[in-house]
């Protein structure tokens, strides 16, 4: 009897280390992917890792965040280490991730086989806009904006250039929307049709969403923390106070040479 026991529990500690071998091995499926927590809130730190079960030279793990409608929030590609992991960081909020509810990342290894997904929950982004209309000099029409993440500092025109030079403190990701009137700045072709503005953040040129009418031109630009300067490039922009001072000056000064020859003529005696 206790030879059967002893038979019997024996293939019972095989079974169970056959089963719990790949565990300490390697992983079952070709890749793994998870977060370090279940929730974050905004300004958090989202930690992603994962694992591959085989490695492929020079093929790193795409990786997509989507909200809860199905927006892509991030894109990365990821190294792989040579132990086979690999890990990456976001931030939570910012200028696309606003929304609360699940976010689900998605990583892929090479093919749409080997791939996998993990949630996570955000709490939604707590920094309302900030907005107002700014003056521009050169100009009794207003700009209006919309801030988040960051502060307007001052928008100064470029006529040079033919651009509006914008000033934020980003503290963090965020977006700045502007309602720019057209006699403000403008970008037309020669046919007087519009033409596309061109946008630089920091000197590096920048997609951005635009609706347009027929007074204003409405940007809307996402920005990374830190950005100190967004400069708008079109093909008009309203001139500088001190290119309006030497126009009204030189109209002054041809004012009163005309007025002066009047009177001259008016003083010289007729024969």
């Given at each position: 009897?206790?030879?059967?026991?002893?038979?019997?529990?024996?293939?019972?500690?095989?079974?169970?280390?056959?089963?719990?071998?790949?565990?300490?091995?390697?992983?079952?499926?070709?890749?793994?992917?998870?977060?370090?927590?279940?929730?974050?809130?905004?300004?958090?730190?989202?930690?992603?890792?994962?694992?591959?079960?085989?490695?492929?030279?020079?093929?790193?793990?795409?990786?997509?965040?989507?909200?809860?409608?199905?927006?892509?929030?991030?894109?990365?590609?990821?190294?792989?280490?040579?132990?086979?992991?690999?890990?990456?960081?976001?931030?939570?909020?910012?200028?696309?991730?606003?929304?609360?509810?699940?976010?689900?990342?998605?990583?892929?290894?090479?093919?749409?086989?080997?791939?996998?997904?993990?949630?996570?929950?955000?709490?939604?982004?707590?920094?309302?806009?900030?907005?107002?209309?700014?003056?521009?000099?050169?100009?009794?029409?207003?700009?209006?904006y919309e801030i988040t993440g960051g502060k307007l500092l001052s928008?100064?025109?470029?006529?040079?250039?033919?651009?509006?030079?914008?000033?934020?403190?980003?503290?963090?990701?965020?977006?700045?929307?502007?309602?720019?009137?057209?006699?403000?700045?403008?970008?037309?072709?020669?046919?007087?049709?519009?033409?596309?503005?061109?946008?630089?953040?920091?000197?590096?040129?920048?997609?951005?969403?635009?609706?347009?009418?027929?007074?204003?031109?409405?940007?809307?630009?996402?920005?990374?923390?830190?950005?100190?300067?967004?400069?708008?490039?079109?093909?008009?922009?309203?001139?500088?106070?001190?290119?309006?001072?030497?126009?009204?000056?030189?109209?002054?000064?041809?004012?009163?040479?005309?007025?002066?020859?009047?009177?001259?003529?008016?003083?010289?005696?007729?024969?």
């Amino acid at each position: 009897m206790k030879a059967h026991l002893s038979v019997f529990a024996l293939a019972t500690i095989l079974i169970v280390s056959i089963g719990i071998a790949p565990a300490f091995g390697q992983i079952q499926n070709s890749i793994v992917v998870t977060v370090d927590k279940a929730s974050y809130s905004e300004g958090e730190t989202i930690l992603v890792t994962g694992e591959v079960r085989d490695l492929y030279s020079g093929t790193p793990v795409s990786m997509i965040v989507e909200a809860p409608n199905g927006n892509v929030v991030s894109i990365a590609q990821i190294t792989i280490g040579a132990d086979k992991k690999f890990s990456t960081e976001i931030t939570a909020g910012g200028a696309l991730m606003k929304s609360g509810g699940v976010y689900t990342v998605t990583v892929q290894y090479g093919t749409e086989n080997r791939s996998a997904t993990a949630s996570f929950e955000f709490d939604g982004s707590t920094m309302a806009p900030q907005g107002s209309t700014i003056s521009v000099e050169g100009s009794s029409d207003l700009i209006g904006y919309e801030i988040t993440g960051g502060k307007l500092l001052s928008i100064m025109p470029d006529v040079d250039a033919n651009s509006l030079i914008i000033s934020i403190d980003a503290f963090n990701d965020g977006s700045l929307t502007l309602t720019i009137p057209r006699s403000v700045a403008d970008a037309l072709l020669e046919n007087g049709q519009d033409d596309e503005y061109f946008v630089l953040i920091d000197g590096e040129e920048v997609d951005f969403d635009e609706t347009r009418s027929e007074t204003d031109r409405k940007l809307t630009i996402a920005f990374p923390v830190g950005a100190e300067e967004i400069e708008i490039i079109g093909t008009f922009v309203v001139p500088e106070f001190g290119t309006i001072a030497a126009m009204i000056l030189a109209v002054a000064i041809i004012s009163i040479i005309a007025v002066s020859a009047r009177s001259r003529l008016s003083i010289m005696p007729r024969y």
